[in-house]
């Protein structure tokens, strides 16, 4: 088989499974919509989500529980099987079960609901038949479009199996935007790996706390704010007023600006030339929020404060790589 050949068979897959993706999309109705209000309102009971399927369906309930568990929705996997040897133990009132499976007919799935409504939960069927058995069974049927499979035997489940991924995905975002969890619930399920890496630091985890950076009343001198700044090396200094709270901040750049336009400041008060009302974060910010700031202020400098608004650190902009927020 030549390369072009080869290149055009895995177009026309993807072509395939695309289709089965818009016909979904263009499908969606109330059934969705119902599905989705059944589901928030387990989660808002403290109730879980159950998902249960055979063969491939088994693995795309795992790869959702997993996609819903990280959105802050509980959810476990159960074995259709399985759970006719005891582990219906799973099943608790007031849950909700998900049983996927693409024609509606699977056997299985068909002698597991009966058992599973017994415990008074409710149950969705994800199909592709909405007039299948599992439909019938079920008191919700959450629908996808598939006309047929990208497998040119039209045999191995592919553009049903993406496109109930994709569904369940759908269900997924639509709750996580209902829920309004934000960044900082999220990066709470996602402590490790390149997320919590971006999400889960905070700024006082990068800050440069006490005796790190440059602090002085606001009565100071230019000169001493000047020596004070070349201590720890700092590109700001921070003043405060009588009782420790934020007064200001004096620059780098304001220095530069005022040596060309006013030579003789440096026996001035600084609080003549420094700046008021400077951003700020509050303490135990996300550094994701930190660099937010940076971006929308364009600054070089960012003062972290207290619920007293006294200053407890500062964040250099670079300070952000250390984190690989940036």
């Not at 959105?71 to 759970?83: E, K």
């Not at 602090?215 to 009588?242: A, F, Q, V, W, Y």
Request: net charge negative; glycine share 8%.
């Amino acid at each position: 088989m030549d390369t072009q050949t080869i290149i055009a068979k895995g177009q026309s897959c993807l072509d395939t499974e695309i289709q089965a993706l818009e016909a979904t999309r263009d499908s969606l109705g109330n059934p969705f919509a119902d599905v989705v209000r059944q589901l928030r309102e387990t989660i808002e009971k403290e109730k879980k989500l159950i998902f249960s399927g055979i063969g491939k369906n088994a693995h795309i309930c795992e790869k959702l529980v997993a996609t819903f568990n990280s959105i802050g929705a509980p959810s476990c996997f159960i074995d259709p099987v399985r759970a006719l040897h005891g582990d219906l133990g799973l099943c608790q009132k007031g849950d909700t079960l998900l049983a996927f499976s693409n024609k509606g007919e699977t056997e299985e799935l068909l002698r597991f609901v009966p058992l599973v409504k017994r415990f008074d939960l409710q149950t969705i069927a994800v199909t592709s038949t909405s007039d299948s058995s599992l439909a019938r069974l079920c008191d919700f049927t959450l629908p996808y479009s598939v006309e047929q499979e990208a497998c040119p035997l039209d045999l191995a489940p592919t553009a049903s199996t993406t496109a109930c991924i994709a569904i369940g995905d759908a269900i997924a975002m639509v709750l996580l935007e209902w829920k309004d969890i934000g960044k900082e619930g999220f990066a709470q399920y996602h402590p490790a790996g390149s997320i919590g890496r971006k999400l889960a630091p905070q700024v006082n985890e990068i800050m440069r706390d006490e005796g790190h950076f440059a602090t002085l009343p606001e009565t100071s001198t230019c000169k001493e704010c000047l020596h004070r700044m070349t201590d720890p090396n700092s590109g700001c200094i921070i003043l405060t007023d009588t009782k420790g709270r934020l007064g200001g901040i004096f620059t780098d750049g304001d220095i530069r600006r005022l040596i060309l336009s006013q030579p003789g400041f440096l026996d001035e008060c600084v609080s003549k030339y420094m700046t008021r009302d400077p951003v700020t974060i509050p303490s135990g910010s996300l550094a994701i929020e930190a660099l937010k700031v940076f971006e929308t202020h364009r600054i070089d400098d960012l003062i972290v404060v207290d619920d007293e608004n006294k200053p407890v650190g500062v964040i250099d902009g670079q300070d952000l790589t250390k984190v690989q927020v940036i």
